[in-house]
Antibody, heavy 120, light 113 residues
Framework: QVQLVESGGGVVQPGTSLRLSCAAS????????MHWIRQAPGKGLEWVAF????????HYAESVKGRFTISRDNSKNTLFLQMNSLRAEDTAVYYC?????????????WGQGTLVTVSS | DVVMTQSPLSLPVTLGQAASISCRSS???????????LNWFQQRPGQSPRRLIY???NRDSGVPDRFSGSGSGTDFTLKISRVEAEDVGVYYC??????????FGQGTKVEIK
């Protein structure tokens, strides 16, 4: 069955960096685009970043553009989110979600999330 | 960016009664390929979001048939025909037609009266 497992969250100070991982299993990872979505405490869902199955033409929310980088290692079935220059407003649970492949519609599977807290 | 507006934001319902959530987009969600990429998600307390409905009215596998989606253009509705206790949570609409960014509604909290 499809599984997405995020890791790498924690408590960090403003201005520092953190790298999140999303380990995928149960499907052909290299054939799917992948997303990161976040949810600040007590708030709604915010899409963060997307990449296709190969490292080209990635997309970012304006709120993270220039600070966050999405990448993937298809040989290890793993998605990453490199977060630099972190701010208090980046505090959230970060989810990875499966994108589309061929005619499938994205966001059909989500991970359990990993909490990032940015605080001094 | 496409703005998604849900109403109501809070929905107290009686067990066994019907519930309806509205979602409006700031522009038509009809894609050039003819599809309308409007999804509905359920987020139960303490859980990750789960997709219920895709492309307006298609239920995901395992979703009870008491959930239904309808609408077109800019106006969409999620209906729960007979609310059960397990339906408590927050429901989000999301558009995937005009991206990036993919955008979500504010969420509607469903609770039992």
């Amino acid at each position: 069955q499809v599984q997405l497992v995020e890791s790498g969250g924690g408590v960090v100070q403003p201005g520092t960096s953190l790298r999140l991982s999303c380990a995928a299993s149960g499907f052909t990872f290299s054939s799917y685009g992948m997303h990161w979505i976040r949810q600040a405490p007590g708030k709604g869902l915010e899409w963060v970043a997307f990449m296709w199955n190969a490292e080209s033409n990635n997309h970012y929310a304006e709120s993270v553009k220039g600070r966050f980088t999405i990448s993937r290692d298809n040989s290890k079935n793993t998605l990453f989110l490199q977060m630099n220059s972190l701010r208090a407003e980046d505090t959230a649970v970060y989810y990875c979600a499966r994108g589309s492949s061929g005619g499938s519609v994205p966001f059909d599977y989500w991970g359990q999330g990993t909490l990032v807290t940015v605080s001094s | 960016d496409v703005v998604m507006t849900q109403s109501p934001l809070s929905l107290p319902v009686t067990l066994g009664q019907a519930a309806s959530i509205s979602c409006r987009s700031s522009q038509s969600l009809v894609h050039s390929d003819g599809n309308t990429y409007l999804n509905w998600f359920q987020q139960r307390p303490g859980q990750s979001p789960r997709r219920l409905i895709y492309k307006v009215s298609n239920r995901d596998s395992g979703v009870p048939d008491r959930f239904s989606g309808s609408g077109s253009g800019t106006d969409f509705t999620l209906k729960i025909s007979r609310v059960e206790a397990e339906d408590v949570g927050v429901y989000y609409c999301m558009q995937g037609t005009h991206w990036p960014p993919w955008t979500f509604g504010q969420g509607t909290k469903v609770e039992i009266k």
